[in-house]
């Protein structure tokens, strides 16, 4: 089985900055995508950024410029530093981490609340 778990989340004012982390544990194929989503109330969970074992990286045009995506392979982690912070960017963030090795697995953390005060 695969653990995710978020830190990192709080209240901000408009902005400042924030660094979320993920640390995941398990069974983990060395090959896989990480990343971030958020949700709010009512609302569709929308992809932040994601970045692949390899490095690869994308932003939602939302955070380009202020938000910054990282792993550390070796300690199977995952960090996002968010700059420039808005009200609009509060939400509940989650991690999310997965691969395909015959067949699809997805993993989900718990979620981090980010509010941004106005």
């Known amino acids: 089985q695969v653990h995710l778990v978020e830190s990192g989340g709080g209240l901000v004012q408009a902005g400042g900055s924030l660094r979320l982390s993920c640390a995941a544990s398990g069974s983990i194929f060395s090959i896989n995508a990480m990343g971030w989503y958020r949700q709010g109330p009512g609302k569709q969970r929308e992809m932040v950024a994601t970045?692949?074992?390899?490095?690869?990286?994308s932003y939602a045009d939302s955070v380009k410029g202020r938000y910054t995506i990282s792993r550390d392979n070796a300690k199977n982690a995952m960090y996002l530093q968010m700059n420039s912070l808005k009200p609009e960017d509060t939400d509940v963030y989650y991690c999310?981490?997965?691969?395909?090795?015959?067949?699809?697995?997805?993993?989900w953390g718990q979620g981090t609340q980010v509010t941004v005060s106005s």
């Open positions: 970045i692949t074992s390899d490095g690869d990286t």
């Open positions: 999310y981490l997965g691969w395909t090795y015959y067949r699809d697995y997805s993993y």
